[in-house]
T-cell receptor, first 113, second 111 residues
Framework: EAQVTQNPRYLITVTGKKLTVTCSQN?????MSWYRQDPGLGLRQIYY???????DKGDVPEGYKVSRKEKRNFPLILESPSPNQTSLYFC????????????FGPGTRLTVT | GENVEQHPSTLSVQEGDSAVIKCTYS??????FPWYKQELGKRPQLIID?????GEKKDQRIAVTLNKTAKHFSLHITETQPEDSAVYFC??????????FGGGTRLMVKP
């Protein structure tokens, strides 16, 4: 089954404790991205990757890191999480740039206390 | 960068009525405009999209119109049903390699 998976789905952590949210797709998509969703603000792009070893900042990259060592995986790293990073996070992928349909993962709800 | 504004933020309609959601964008280079539906607790899913060389596109009860001159596009849902209740997001893709989303519209269809 073609899909985008994310783990964990729910995470409660404390300020400053490094964490990683994994994202994987099995559709051989070149483009992958991370969004955060906050009420009234829609989906805001954090980072995106056009292909392996190619990543770029989105609209809200501060406090986040990503890597794209393999085509299927695109982990999101929070080196020192803060409460303002409490949000719902979605990973997405598309065949190439986002003028192709974006397929979203199930989401990760992160709470930083 | 691109800026997408979406209105209204909430919309309540009676079952069977039509619903219209409007978006404006700022970057005249934008050429692809998808609409996503997000049901409660679920992931966003593409429902319809339109490219800049087309003025209107229809798929059963949903349609999207694009006015490039005015830089706005709209989603039209006819004969609404309770299962249409969800949050709808418009988005625009342009010169950068990013999809910029509007703030979302919560549509409630009352039976």
């Amino acid at each position: 089954e073609a899909q985008v998976t994310q783990n964990p789905r729910y995470l409660i952590t404390v300020t400053g404790k490094k964490l990683t949210v994994t994202c994987s797709q099995n559709m051989n998509h070149e483009y992958m991205s991370w969004y955060r969703q906050d009420p009234g603000l829609g989906l805001r792009q954090i980072y995106y990757s056009m292909n392996v070893e190619v990543t770029d900042k989105g609209d809200v990259p501060e406090g986040y890191k990503v890597s794209r060592k393999e085509k299927r995986n695109f982990p999101l790293i929070l080196e020192s999480p803060s409460p303002n990073q409490t949000s719902l996070y979605f990973c997405a992928s598309s065949l190439r740039e986002p003028s192709y349909e974006q397929y979203f993962g199930p989401g990760t709800r992160l709470t930083v206390t | 960068g691109e800026n997408v504004e979406q209105h209204p933020s909430t919309l309540s309609v009676q079952e069977g009525d039509s619903a219209v959601i409007k978006c404006t964008y700022s970057d005249s280079a934008s050429n692809y405009f998808p609409w996503y539906k997000q049901e409660l607790g679920k992931r966003p899913q593409l429902i319809i999209d339109i490219r800049s060389n087309v003025g209107e596109k229809k798929d059963q009860r949903i349609a999207v119109t694009l006015n490039k001159t005015a830089k706005h596009f709209s989603l039209h849902i006819t004969e609404t049903q309770p299962e249409d209740s969800a949050v709808y997001f418009c988005a625009a893709f342009g010169a950068g390699n990013m999809l910029t989303f509007g703030g979302g519209t919560r549509l409630m269809v009352k039976p």
